[in-house]
């Protein structure tokens, strides 16, 4: 069954860091498939129950200690794969999570920007 459809206000940017999460009755280990501000995805090897509370660390490139999620919440399962919305962060967690994704979103676009432009400077030379 597929996630249901959220409206999200936020950008998730597809990014693959490793993640210890832990909630009643789970503890695990996984890979962070995206990022916003406000969740994320992970991938797993084992399954969580909807709904639950969760701590997620996220061990980001270069950067210790790891990323805190204090307390979020499980909104969707999908067999080894969760979404978890963000309800508390501390203050330094969260200004590392925005530092983090205002780096992602520069490079998204330079990149966009680098495609869009290079058939226009292709066009200039002829």
Known sequence: MAPPHYSRTYHRFPLHYPVVFGGAPFVGEGILTNLSLMGCSVRCDREVLRGSDVRVSVLLPNQTPALSIDLGTI??????????????????????????????????????????????????GS
């Open 75 to 124: 909104k969707w399962v999908q067999g080894h794969q969760f979404g978890v919305e963000f309800l508390r962060l501390p203050l330094e967690a969260r200004q590392r999570l925005n530092r983090t994704l205002r780096i992602e979103l520069i490079e998204l676009l330079k990149n966009r920007s680098g495609r869009s432009e290079s058939p226009v400077l292709l066009n200039r």
